[in-house]
T-cell receptor, first 116, second 114 residues
């Protein structure tokens, strides 16, 4: 079974509008972390935002926010005021358990295209 | 801002040859990782390394793979006898500690096996 599911292979948004990229996850571990990474066409993986399973509030980092709905096991990324430079692949990832050695499990990604 | 660096950025090799991919993690980080991404696919975990030993590895990380931290700064991934299906982008990542802190990725090495 997939641990991380990103159901949108591609998304389009107009510049300056907001967009939501979906991510659902599957775990029975009460302690986990959820991450979003951006991968532009140049290939590097850029960390965007983190949400811990025990965090009371939704994470925010500048124009990025995470809509964390624990009961639904979803961790959607919201990008406000889209910019042309936001065009990239976006990956949702999960780390299960405590400590620092745990692997990240990635979803298949969503390709976001921002139109002028 | 400190960052993870990887060399080379692109490596082309013949099937059956050995390759060593190099990484310099962020200096005060303690946990190190290798991931790979086959073109057009998702990122897959290979191995994690802490306190000079492997802490976790995936089923992809078979006997042809090895990792080493030969000195205080470098972290290497060796593929002993490359196969065509090893062609991928290989990412090194590091993390300062456990808990909520993220893994920071290097720019990747694109490995092409001919």
């Amino acid at each position: 079974a997939q641990k991380i599911t990103q159901t949108q292979p591609g998304m389009f948004v107009q510049e300056k509008e907001a967009v939501t990229l979906d991510c659902t996850y599957d775990t029975s571990d009460p302690s986990y972390g959820l991450f979003w990474y951006k991968q532009p066409s140049s290939g590097e993986m850029i960390f965007l935002i983190y949400q811990g399973s025990y965090d009371q509030q939704n994470a925010t980092e500048g124009r990025y926010s995470l809509n964390f709905q624990k009961a639904r096991k979803s961790a959607n990324l919201v990008i406000s005021a889209s910019q042309l430079g936001d065009s990239a692949m976006y990956f949702c990832a999960m780390r299960e358990g405590q400590g620092g050695s745990e692997k990240l499990v990635f979803g298949k990604g969503t390709k976001l295209t921002v139109n002028p | 801002e400190p960052e993870v660096t990887q060399t080379p950025s692109h490596q082309v090799t013949q099937m059956g040859q050995e390759v060593i991919l190099r990484c310099v993690p962020i200096s005060n980080h303690l946990y190190f990782y290798w991931y790979r991404q086959i073109l057009g696919q998702k990122v897959e975990f290979l191995v994690s390394f802490y306190n000079n030993e492997i802490s976790e590895k995936s089923e992809i990380f078979d006997d042809q793979f090895s990792v080493e931290r030969p000195d205080g700064s470098n972290f290497t991934l060796k593929i002993r006898s490359t196969k065509l299906e090893d062609s991928a982008m290989y990412f090194c990542a590091s993390s300062p500690s456990g808990g909520r802190l993220s893994q920071f990725f290097g720019p990747g090495t694109r490995l092409t096996v001919l």
